[in-house]
C-alpha cells in the first residue's frame, strides 16, 4: 500500500519489491496510510468480535467446549 505520484513510485519500486511482493499504488500522497488505516480498522473489528465471542462463550452454562474446538478448526484457514 503506497502513495504518491506515480513517477516517484516507479523510481521507488525496486526497493519495494524487496519488501514484500503485493506492491499496490493506491494513488497521491496519503493514500497508501489511509488504505493501511481503514486494514487496521477492518482488522480491530475483528479482533474485537473475537473477544466479545470468547467472554460470551466463557460465561457459565455456554459453549466454551465447542467454541474452543470451532475457533482451533477455523484457524488453520484463517487470513488466506
Not at 462463550?57 to 488453520?76: F, M, N, T
Amino acid at each position: 500500500m503506497v502513495g504518491g505520484d506515480e513517477q516517484a513510485f516507479e523510481k521507488a519500486k525496486p526497493v519495494f519489491v524487496l519488501m514484500g511482493k503485493n506492491i499496490l499504488r493506491q494513488g497521491g500522497p496519503g493514500a497508501g496510510q489511509h488504505c493501511k488505516m481503514a486494514n487496521q480498522i477492518a482488522v480491530a473489528a475483528s479482533m474485537l468480535a473475537w473477544v466479545e465471542a470468547l467472554a460470551y462463550a466463557g460465561k457459565p452454562g455456554s459453549i466454551r467446549r465447542a467454541s474452543w474446538r470451532a475457533s482451533a478448526a477455523v484457524r488453520p484457514g484463517a487470513g488466506r
